[in-house]
């Protein structure tokens, strides 16, 4: 009797375990649903070396901080970055910045944490206007 009951505990802590695990939380909840944003907000990252600590304001009420896990250069006109955010469960912020013929400056780029159901996708307009827009990962992951 002691021997069943302790199959079915464990079995049941096992269930609980992995039904928690199954369900993707939602990371940025208390984050409006776009988030517009100046360039000079995001440009100061091109110039941060890897292990530099970063503090990116994007509004009053939403902030990331971090370390640069890497800056890579790829081609002369596009360079990406990568920040481990610390504020957000170790969410990876990843933005890059590409200057077409004309030298206009682009950001594109994902905010996204490992297991969460939301993130951002970084857009901007066709008048140069930045901002983060949340997405859902469940609807863009096909499995």
Not at 37 to 46: A, C, D, H, T, Y
Not at 69 to 97: D, E, G, H, M, P
């Amino acid at each position: 009797m002691k021997s069943l009951r302790t199959t079915f505990l464990i079995s049941f802590i096992l269930l609980l375990g992995t039904g928690f695990k199954a369900g993707a939380q939602k990371l940025f909840d208390a984050v409006p649903e776009e988030v517009v944003f100046k360039s000079n907000v995001i440009e100061g990252l091109f110039s941060q070396n890897a292990g530099s600590a970063v503090d990116i304001r994007f509004s009053q009420n939403f902030r990331l901080t971090g370390i640069v896990k890497s800056n890579q250069k790829v081609y002369s006109n596009l360079q990406t970055v990568v920040v481990s955010i610390s504020n957000y469960s170790n969410a990876k912020f990843f933005v890059s910045r590409t200057v077409d013929e004309n030298n206009t400056v682009k950001y594109v780029g994902r905010l996204i944490g490992r297991g969460a159901q939301d993130g951002f996708e970084l857009k901007a307009d066709l008048a140069g206007n930045n901002s983060l827009k949340k997405i859902n990962i469940k609807e863009m992951i096909v499995e």
